[in-house]
Nanobody
Framework: QVQLVESGGGLVQAGGSLRLSCAAH????????MCWYRQAPGKQRELVAA???????TYADYVKGRSTISRDNAKRTVYLRMNSLKPEDTAVYYC???????????WGQGTQVTVSS
């Protein structure tokens, strides 16, 4: 059984910063992609950033230049640092890990990020 535990969300003023963390627990040891998605009320879930097992990163245009995704393989953890936050960044943020053996995707429970203007 695999569980992803997220932390770091909260309420922040526009222009502020947050760092989200997501750690894997259970039987997942060789993680391919680690990703962050977000879902705002009434909108579809969308990819924010991703990092491959080799360290290659991908960012959505709306966070490019003000966010950094990183991973610690020993800790089975992915991080998302977000700067210059805007009210439109308000959403529930979800992490997703892809198992490199089974190619199963595992999702976290989501962490709320609210940016006040």
């Amino acid at each position: 059984q695999v569980q992803l535990v997220e932390s770091g969300g909260g309420l922040v003023q526009a222009g502020g910063s947050l760092r989200l963390s997501c750690a894997a627990h259970g039987s997942i040891f060789d993680i391919n992609d680690m990703c962050w998605y977000r879902q705002a009320p009434g909108k579809q879930r969308e990819l924010v950033a991703a990092i491959s097992s080799g360290g290659s990163t991908t960012y959505a245009d709306y966070v490019k230049g003000r966010s950094t995704i990183s991973r610690d393989n020993a800790k089975r953890t992915v991080y998302l640092r977000m700067n210059s936050l805007k009210p439109e960044d308000t959403a529930v943020y979800y992490c997703m890990f892809r198992d490199n053996w089974s190619y199963d995707d595992y999702w976290g429970q989501g962490t709320q990020v609210t940016v006040s203007s």
